[in-house]
């Protein structure tokens, strides 16, 4: 399973009730925060989110609506009393940031947190069965994408098969991937005979503020789930590239020409109060596509 | 008028809906925010307190649960086009936090900043009809607690009585301040004779983070309204000096001491759900004694 909440979905000045930045994806058992604007471990609690759960914090850019709320959430965590360790991945500046405001409240925190600076693109997290890479993407100021992928065997067994052909189960996990099993006397056991597909390993990415940008569609091809930012209308396409932000029509071009399966919009301009056009708007060009709403979850 | 509006009256950790520090001081047609917690602008806009009437910010300590909002307020004052100055009154190092989040967002306040270190106790904004000044608390670190003061003539003037003892009105000004007229023809008008007792000026002292300390009562001796912390209940005395922070008794007892005239607590520790006993315990030490509930205003 993998799955997206918003926790946040509007621009920098928060209006409303719509809050900046924050998405939790959950893959695989793991929950991860992506972005983190002021007020997100509120959201968290509105939405019972666990923050224990989160091991992993992703920070796409150090404009403050995608992290002031961050180190109001570290600092929680440890009166929370947490000792697990946490692995944050941020633009380098971020860590200067954290260390003073640390300094000078005379506290550390009580779990160990391990700060990955992005640097360049690829992956940044790998572990069995997911990974996490980095892209980037078009803002004023240096800005990240993230790419969640699960991974996942592409073969499913069939137990009683695999008994019949005589398959030892020491071979079970290479016949996953798809290989054939060479018996003893000598029969081949073809891959096809003992496994079905298994299910679809499951993709989602984020595309944090950004320019309209077509290496973006390169970067996200063919993913499950796409996240995009369209904080203006269509009309506004002259204002949003000046201020290096993406329109309904670009986000909903981006999507169609990845060829990916869905797309969430968000990061909404707080000069709109209605989002209805929004929707409307992307999908003329691109019919999947949702509005990014706080307290939803999107599954792929 | 002299009132008080709260925007956050829970410690470090927010729960039950309950917010950290943040409190609106009205007087004289002034708005002063005191200390700026997580999602503070988000409160303003909930209880409709108008950030553009906001000139001067004064934060007590440089613990997150008091200042990690004012960041995100003063970007946002930004982007609502906001020009008029404004003054924030602050520990020294919250300077060059402020000056390295703006950096790495590369933008500018389109409004000049005035930042005024707090450094020694005393007078720190002084303006015709009022005044605010600093002084210590007793916390784990370096922390303010701040003293507002109306400043008004103490004799309002019967113009009645003044005409009839020919008191020229160039004078009026020098009447409200109590000094008698000796008229040209050598009669005295004492100024009782054409005056009257005007309404008090009012006061408010906040009283951040801070130990039991009866220097405390000496700071705030005789003020219309005293704001203290309460994070814990009295059983909890020895849990709340470790920690640099003060119980309902303690609280009520300052407010004793020192003359005032009514108390509010707040700062309420996260594992209190329900905040009654705080009430209950202050009062019978300081019967008039409210809990400072957050989106009430309280009067002097």
Known sequence: MLAVTILGNNSALPAFDRHPTAQVVTMEDQIFLVDCGEGTQMQMAKYKIRRSKINHIFISHLHGDHYFGLIGLLTSMGL???????????????????????????????????????ITDGPILRETRFEVSCFPVYHRI????????????????NPDKARQYEVPSSFFDRLK?????????????????????????RSYAYCADTLFDLRTAERVRGVDLLYHETTYLKDLEEQA?????????????????????????????????????????????????????????YKT
Chains 1, 2 share one sequence.
């Open 80 to 118: 929370l009393g947490r000792t697990q360790e946490l692995h944050l991945y941020a633009p380098p500046a971020l860590h200067e940031i954290i260390g003073m405001q640390l300094k000078v409240a005379d506290i550390g925190l009580p779990y160990p947190l391990h700060f990955h600076p992005l």
């Open 241 to 297: 590239g000046r201020r290096f932000h993406s329109t309904t029509v670009q986000a909903a071009t981006i999507a169609r020409e990845a060829g990916v399966h869905r797309l969430l919009i968000g990061h909404f301009s707080s000069k709109y109060e209605k989002l209805q056009v929004f929707e409307q708007e992307a999908r003329e060009v691109f019919p999947n596509t949702d509005l990014a709403l706080e307290g939803v979850t």
């Open 142 to 157: 240096e800005s990240w994408g993230f790419l969640f992928r699960e991974i996942r065997p592409f073969r499913r067994i």
């Open 177 to 201: 991937w798809g290989e054939s099993y060479l018996r003893k006397d000598g029969v081949l056991v073809e891959n096809q005979a003992v496994t079905e597909p298994a299910a679809k390993a």
